[in-house]
């Protein structure tokens, strides 16, 4: 009877362990273990290839930065679940009627596929997201007043384009580790398989033949750049019998192989051309990386759209504001010469008919309205209406009397005039043509806001404002300049409102000490803050020197010098206007109501002097200001600048390098066209048959050797192949002729472009010159008072002909100069980046004087004035200077200060970047442009007969065809 030391149910058990065993054995490292070795051996490949400073890039890392919008903060081995469609999800579930994988929700679900802490950058919660939907449940952030340089930033945190070339550079380097693993000693046995283990139990119920049999293989290998390849493998099986007499065998066999190949796959041109070509690859990518980083600041500053396009909109709003407010000045203007008179005149009148004069005898729609004042004989009409045709009836019916009659027609005909004058409707037509541009305009600013936004990788429904200090140059008038038009207007009213019967000797004295603080005013942040901007123009004279050639030169030293005459004229005048005031002011006491009458209608002609003085103050500060505007100087000459961009751009030394890539595929493909052969060397050791797995006997080794040889018959695809390889290295040769071409093309347009742009816009700021004097001839003009017995040419249009083709230039001028600025900053970023010289920091900006100055927030810092010049009039020079385009630009993104100018990205409220949201709705109205402007008061001087007219008319005569520059 034979013992049996295992029943079947113990060797079954002991089976299902071994089996056990196995099984965890073979379930391999984890995901973490594999992701951090491709991490290792892929950053240190990128790094070997970031040898040069033209590719040098700072950035490797294929997390992408924890303040994107699209980081993952998730345990990238372990992802929850993103958001799925509903109806797509079902078949998740259930499929074709199987129940699908229980298991996908274990690591959780995600409510959104963004990074959910992205916003927290700009001081948002995560508090504000609805736990339930994910939903955010108040508005999205504002990033207010977002400089130049935390665009860039912006742009390299959320930029997907950016994400998505750093992970080619990644996988470019996965492509590189595998070639490299590919020579390097694997666990491959000779048939190439990977080391394998396997175990399987017998079990023979009620009879004998249990047995556990297990075997293991497993080898090494490795792959030499000439193409031999050489491999040992060993492997074993053994066998546990638990039936007659519990018996054990295991047999091992040790085997190796060389294979060297002569002709197919033969040399190291073939062998090591997979690896050869990786790691070009990743160089290509590498250097594709350091471009992208040169075109993504390209594109954020001056880009379509970029911070450049963004800023000439906003000009170009800000210039058709300013244009509208002139063509609603310039209605009101001709709508008050048109309405002179409308509502306040007065006539000589010897005496009242019948007696001492009564108002209460008056009819009742005149009681309130005509008055005549004995003393100095003068018959008034005060209202705050149009005359209309009932009062014109009652007065021409007062009386018969011949003095009364003369008197009343010439009181009618002043207050009589055409309000709809064709002056005032071709302004008018243009003030609505305006404003529809306006309107398209802001439309045009909003739509590419929202494109800027994506570009920069941010949420459209983000509202977006940027600071707009760049514009500072543009300032052409200064805004305190521009506020001592409005203190005119406001002194305007208060003059306008007072009446005749009102003036006393304390009220003339107190408007007269008003309007000497308005030109105290006038000379403090008029003529000295001019006088500031002139001097800071001769400042620049050497530079400008350098830039002009000597005849623009030499304009442009006339320019000046007439600019200086105008405003050392202007000062003198307002000298004249101060000396009047006080003259006058010491003379108030004592004066009879006549001659206060006469006083007080003198301030009305010192305050058209002041005003005149005003305006010349602009037109001289817009004509020096324009000297102020700045252009980068680019001096490389056309060939320079080619040769230049041949040596160093990136991308044309990856289209060189594809060219030898196919004349590298036709040496390859030809050699798929020659016959196999190989000299194959292999061998084994076995042990013998019994329980020893490691005794390894010569007797029981062989050793075998020979050649393989396969015949070149059937190659239609290898001939097709090449074939191909041969045309493709010819197409790759065109395309580098052509892509190089094209950067020189590339380079030689915005070299031309560049100094074009540099002559237009010194044809510009002379344009701006002349637009200014033509928009000050025309007002003028239009405010030259008629001569007695002359023709008159208001109302017919002459006038508004002229405002309207003044103002047209001018805008087009103004549009114009921020344009061609522009264009000429954006070419010279295009000539930079393709002369592939633009370096770029790590921070994303380009390393260049005017923009890094930005990130100090000192660009286009005033100059300090060296030359002095005496001009009359009192305060001291030197004081209220204004530092042009100062700021603070930082480069943040968690922090973005707030600024005064900004422009705004809203569907709701849009704006240009000049303050609040302004509507152009009401705007025809304000101009005059509808029924009610016809009736309205409109706050002009009251006129006096044409004997006090003439007391001023020397004076007028004076001052009208003067031109101001």
């Known amino acids: 009877?034979?013992?049996?030391?295992?029943?079947?149910?113990?060797?079954?058990?002991?089976?299902?362990?071994?089996?056990?065993?196995?099984?965890?054995?073979?379930?391999?490292?984890?995901?973490?273990?594999?992701?951090?070795?491709?991490?290792?051996?892929?950053?240190?490949?990128?790094?070997?290839?970031?040898?040069?400073?033209?590719?040098?890039?700072?950035?490797?890392?294929?997390?992408?930065?924890?303040?994107?919008?699209?980081?993952?903060?998730?345990?990238?081995?372990?992802?929850?679940?993103?958001?799925?469609?509903?109806?797509?999800?079902?078949?998740?579930?259930?499929?074709?009627?199987?129940?699908?994988?229980?298991?996908?929700?274990?690591?959780?679900?995600?409510?959104?596929?963004?990074?959910?802490?992205?916003?927290?950058?700009?001081?948002?919660?995560?508090?504000?997201?609805?736990?339930?939907?994910?939903?955010?449940?108040?508005?999205?952030?504002?990033?207010?007043?977002?400089?130049?340089?935390?665009?860039?930033?912006?742009?390299?945190?959320?930029?997907?384009?950016?994400?998505?070339?750093?992970e080619n550079v990644y996988l470019a380097a996965l492509a590189v580790t595998f070639q490299r693993f590919q020579f390097?000693?694997?666990?491959?046995?000779?048939?190439?398989?990977?080391?394998?283990?396997?175990?399987?139990?017998?079990?023979?119920?009620?009879?004998?033949?249990?047995?556990?049999?297990?075997?293991?293989?497993?080898?090494?290998?490795?792959?030499?750049?000439?193409?031999?390849?050489?491999?040992?493998?060993?492997?074993?099986?053994?066998?546990?019998?638990?039936?007659?007499?519990?018996?054990?065998?295991?047999?091992?066999?040790?085997?190796?192989?060389?294979?060297?190949?002569?002709?197919?796959?033969?040399?190291?041109?073939?062998?090591?051309?997979?690896?050869?070509?990786?790691?070009?690859?990743?160089?290509?990518?590498?250097?594709?990386?350091?471009?992208?980083?040169?075109?993504?600041?390209?594109?954020?500053?001056?880009?379509?759209?970029?911070?450049?396009?963004?800023?000439?909109?906003?000009?170009?709003?800000?210039?058709?504001?300013?244009?509208?407010?002139?063509?609603?000045e310039q209605v009101e203007r001709l709508l008050g010469q048109s309405s002179r008179g409308k509502q306040f005149s007065s006539v000589d009148l010897a005496n009242w008919p019948g007696g001492p004069f009564d108002s209460a005898k008056l009819p009742p729609p005149l009681q309130e309205k005509l008055r005549y004042d004995p003393d100095t004989h003068r018959l008034r009409w005060s209202s705050s209406t149009?005359?209309?045709?009932?009062?014109?009836?009652?007065?021409?019916?007062?009386?018969?009397?011949?003095?009364?009659?003369?008197?009343?027609?010439?009181?009618?005909?002043?207050?009589?005039?055409?309000?709809?004058?064709?002056?005032?409707?071709?302004?008018?037509?243009?003030?609505?043509?305006?404003?529809?541009?306006?309107?398209?305009?802001?439309?045009?600013?909003?739509?590419?806001?929202?494109?800027?936004?994506?570009?920069?990788?941010?949420?459209?429904?983000?509202?977006?404002?940027?600071?707009v200090s760049m514009l500072k140059q543009f300032e052409l008038i200064d805004p305190r300049v521009s506020e001592l038009e409005t203190k005119g207007k406001t002194f305007v009213r208060r003059w306008g409102a007072t009446d005749d019967t009102m003036l006393d000797p304390e009220r003339v004295r107190l408007l007269y000490a008003e309007f000497l603080g308005l030109v105290d005013n006038v000379q403090r942040n008029g003529v000295e803050l001019v006088l500031k901007d002139l001097e800071r123009v001769h400042q620049a004279l050497p530079r400008r020197q350098q830039e002009l050639d000597s005849e623009d030169f030499h304009q442009l030293e006339n320019d000046l010098e007439r600019a200086k005459f105008a405003l050392t004229r202007a000062a003198s005048e307002l000298k004249e206007i101060r000396e009047d005031v006080f003259e006058v002011a010491r003379s108030l006491q004592g004066l009879s109501p006549e001659n206060l009458i006469e006083i007080y209608e003198d301030l009305n002609q010192l305050r058209l002097d002041l005003v005149k003085v005003t305006q010349n103050l602009m037109v001289i500060q817009?004509?020096?200001?324009?000297?102020?505007?700045?252009?980068?100087?680019?001096?490389?000459?056309?060939?320079?600048?080619?040769?230049?961009?041949?040596?160093?751009?990136?991308?044309?030394?990856?289209?060189?390098?594809?060219?030898?890539?196919?004349?590298?595929?036709?040496?390859?493909?030809?050699?798929?066209?020659?016959?196999?052969?190989?000299?194959?060397?292999?061998?084994?050791?076995?042990?013998?048959?019994?329980?020893?797995?490691?005794?390894?006997?010569?007797?029981?080794?062989?050793?075998?050797?020979?050649?393989?040889?396969?015949?070149?018959?059937?190659?239609?695809?290898?001939?097709?192949?090449?074939?191909?390889?041969?045309?493709?290295?010819?197409?790759?040769?065109?395309?580098?002729?052509?892509?190089?071409?094209?950067?020189?093309?590339?380079?030689?347009?915005?070299?031309?472009?560049?100094?074009?742009?540099?002559?237009?816009?010194?044809?510009?700021?002379?344009?701006?010159?002349?637009?200014?004097?033509?928009?000050?001839?025309?007002?003028?003009?239009?405010?030259?008072?008629?001569?007695?017995?002359?023709?008159?040419?208001?109302?017919?249009?002459?006038?508004g002909t002229n405002l309207q083709g003044a103002l047209t230039n001018l805008l087009s001028a103004q549009n114009q100069l921020i344009q061609i600025w522009t264009n000429y900053e954006q070419n010279r970023l295009f000539i930079y980046r393709d002369m592939g010289i633009m370096v770029i920091g790590e921070d994303g900006m380009w390393v260049d004087p005017f923009y890094r100055s930005l990130m100090n927030g000192n660009q286009n810092d005033a100059l300090e004035p060296t030359l002095h010049m005496d001009l009359p009039g009192d305060g001291a020079a030197g004081a209220g200077r204004s530092r042009l385009g100062s700021g603070d630009a930082r480069t943040g993104v968690v922090d973005l200060a707030g600024k005064s100018g900004v422009v705004t990205a809203s569907a709701e409220e849009p704006d240009s970047g000049n303050g609040p949201a302004q509507s152009v709705s009401g705007q025809l109205e304000r101009a005059g442009f509808s029924r009610q402007s016809q009736e309205r008061a409109v706050e002009q001087p009251r006129r006096r007969d044409d004997d006090d007219h003439q007391h001023h008319s020397g004076r007028n005569a004076g001052q009208a065809g003067r031109s101001r520059l």
């Open 386 to 467: 149009l005359l209309s045709v009932e009062e014109i009836d009652l007065l021409q019916n007062l009386s018969n009397d011949p003095g009364f009659q003369v008197a009343i027609r010439e009181l009618i005909a002043n207050l009589q005039t055409d309000v709809a004058t064709l002056d005032v409707l071709q302004l008018q037509s243009t003030l609505a043509s305006t404003i529809i541009t306006l309107r398209n305009q802001e439309v045009t600013l909003q739509n590419a806001l929202d494109a800027y936004k994506i570009e920069l990788g941010l949420n459209t429904d983000i509202k977006l404002t940027i600071d």
């Open 184 to 328: 390097g000693v694997r666990y491959l046995g000779t048939n190439g398989v990977e080391p394998v283990a396997g175990t399987t139990a017998t079990f023979v119920p009620n009879g004998p033949g249990d047995n556990v049999a297990a075997g293991v293989a497993g080898g090494v290998s490795q792959l030499l750049p000439a193409g031999t390849q050489w491999a040992v493998e060993f492997a074993n099986n053994t066998l546990w019998l638990f039936s007659g007499g519990n018996q054990t065998q295991s047999m091992s066999n040790l085997s190796f192989s060389i294979v060297q190949p002569l002709l197919f796959g033969a040399g190291r041109k073939v062998g090591l051309e997979g690896l050869t070509q990786s790691e070009r690859n990743l160089l290509y990518e590498a250097r594709t990386l350091a471009r992208l980083r040169q075109e993504i600041f390209t594109d954020v500053v001056g880009g379509t759209p970029g911070f450049l396009t963004l800023l000439q909109q906003t000009q170009t709003v800000r210039n058709t504001r300013g244009n509208i407010a002139q063509l609603e």
């Open 622 to 799: 817009l004509c020096v200001r324009v000297e102020l505007i700045e252009l980068m100087p680019f001096e490389t000459a056309m060939q320079d600048a080619v040769a230049i961009g041949l040596d160093n751009r990136v991308d044309l030394m990856n289209q060189r390098a594809l060219v030898m890539d196919a004349r590298r595929k036709v040496e390859i493909a030809a050699n798929a066209l020659l016959a196999g052969l190989s000299v194959v060397v292999d061998g084994d050791i076995r042990t013998p048959v019994g329980n020893k797995p490691f005794d390894f006997r010569g007797n029981q080794s062989q050793l075998r050797a020979g050649l393989s040889f396969t015949a070149p018959l059937d190659q239609i695809d290898e001939r097709n192949a090449y074939r191909i390889t041969l045309i493709n290295y010819q197409r790759q040769r065109r395309d580098y002729m052509l892509y190089e071409d094209q950067v020189k093309q590339q380079i030689r347009n915005a070299w031309r472009q560049l100094f074009a742009l540099r002559q237009n816009l010194e044809t510009s700021r002379r344009a701006i010159r002349l637009a200014a004097l033509r928009y000050d001839s025309a007002v003028e003009q239009s405010n030259q008072p008629v001569a007695l017995g002359a023709a008159s040419s208001r109302g017919s249009g002459v006038s």
């Open 1 to 166: 009877m034979t013992l049996r030391l295992f029943s079947p149910a113990g060797s079954l058990k002991k089976s299902l362990c071994v089996g056990a065993l196995l099984l965890l054995q073979s379930a391999g490292c984890s995901r973490t273990f594999w992701r951090d070795q491709a991490d290792r051996d892929s950053y240190l490949a990128i790094n070997e290839r970031l040898n040069d400073p033209r590719w040098a890039v700072p950035r490797i890392d294929v997390t992408p930065d924890p303040r994107s919008r699209f980081f993952d903060p998730y345990d990238p081995d372990k992802e929850p679940l993103p958001p799925d469609d509903g109806a797509a999800h079902v078949y998740m579930n259930w499929v074709d009627g199987w129940q699908g994988y229980k298991g996908w929700h274990k690591f959780g679900d995600s409510m959104t596929v963004e990074n959910p802490q992205w916003l927290a950058n700009f001081g948002w919660s995560t508090d504000n997201i609805d736990p339930l939907t994910g939903e955010i449940v108040p508005a999205l952030p504002e990033l207010q007043n977002v400089t130049l340089p935390q665009a860039v930033e912006l742009a390299q945190i959320n930029k997907r384009e950016y994400q998505d070339e750093i």
